[in-house]
């Protein structure tokens, strides 16, 4: 899923979030180990023509997961305009990553 969000002061920013079902609560483990070390570029988002933005250069700074048995629920956050604080992105991430499967 990729969301756009409009903030105050003309703050705005692309939310991606990911749902990956794996075959066993190991492998889920496994993974979410995988991509919680920064730098893995483990699961491709959307691009952002989806949301009307241009291409997005993901940084995985603004990031949180979760897993939840055999499923491992990841959430980035990259500012498209102002000046979001990483404070500000990775809370929106920390929300993102609680969002139940659609």
């Given at each position: 899923?990729?969301?756009?969000?409009?903030?105050?002061?003309?703050?705005?920013v692309v939310v991606s979030v990911a749902w990956v079902e794996m075959?066993?609560?190991?492998?889920?483990?496994?993974?979410?180990?995988?991509?919680?070390?920064?730098?893995?570029?483990?699961?491709?988002?959307?691009?952002?023509?989806?949301?009307?933005?241009?291409?997005?250069?993901?940084?995985?700074?603004?990031?949180?997961?979760?897993?939840?048995?055999?499923?491992?629920?990841?959430?980035?956050?990259?500012?498209?305009?102002?000046?979001?604080?990483?404070?500000?992105?990775?809370?929106?991430?920390?929300?993102?990553?609680?969002?139940?499967?659609?």
């Amino acid at each position: 899923m990729l969301v756009r969000l409009n903030g105050s002061n003309s703050t705005v920013v692309v939310v991606s979030v990911a749902w990956v079902e794996m075959r066993s609560t190991l492998a889920a483990l496994r993974l979410r180990e995988l991509v919680d070390t920064h730098g893995t570029g483990n699961v491709s988002p959307l691009p952002g023509a989806v949301v009307g933005a241009g291409p997005i250069r993901w940084t995985g700074h603004n990031y949180d997961s979760r897993r939840d048995r055999r499923t491992v629920v990841i959430a980035e956050v990259e500012p498209l305009a102002g000046a979001p604080t990483p404070a500000y992105m990775d809370g929106i991430a920390d929300v993102a990553a609680e969002f139940p499967r659609p």
